[in-house]
């Protein structure tokens, strides 16, 4: 009786391609996730989802009537690069459950 070389190899492709599946559903899910950071004392919010999409900016108007570009343009930087932090880090934690909580490499 000779074992079959390639029979592990098909459990593995089994599970690699059941695990493509959950992680696509992961994301998924993700995506409809949103995410909230604001800066300046709540003078502008950026919201993003679990896709690393922005979906919404808030500016309070009397940022706009004090006519400081600059600021606004600092603001909006400083709410967006923290909404994407935040919404990388919902996505991590989205592909724990997936991992076991093992950090792969290339999976956020």
Same mark, same amino acid.
């Given at each position: ?10 459990? $593995? $492709? ?11 559903? +992961?994301? &998924?899910?993700?995506?409809? *996730?949103? /995410? ?7 003078? /502008?919010? /950026?919201? @993003? ?7 919404? +900016?808030?500016?309070?108007?009397? /940022? ?8 606004? *343009?600092?603001? $909006? +930087? #400083? @709410?967006?690069? &923290?909404?994407?932090?935040?919404? *990388?880090?919902?996505? #991590? ?16």
């Amino acid at each position: 009786m000779s074992k079959n070389p390639f029979a592990n190899m098909g459990n $593995l $492709l089994k599970q690699a391609q059941e695990m493509q599946s959950k992680m696509g559903k +992961i994301q &998924e899910e993700a995506a409809t *996730k949103t /995410v909230e950071a604001s800066t300046g004392g709540g003078m /502008v919010t /950026v919201q @993003a989802n679990g896709a690393m999409q922005i979906t919404n +900016i808030t500016i309070d108007p009397e /940022v706009l009537k004090s006519g400081d570009a600059d600021m606004l *343009k600092d603001l $909006l +930087i #400083a @709410a967006t690069n &923290e909404a994407l932090r935040k919404a *990388k880090e919902l996505m #991590a934690d989205e592909m724990k459950s997936l991992t076991g909580g093992m950090g792969i490499p290339g999976m956020f």
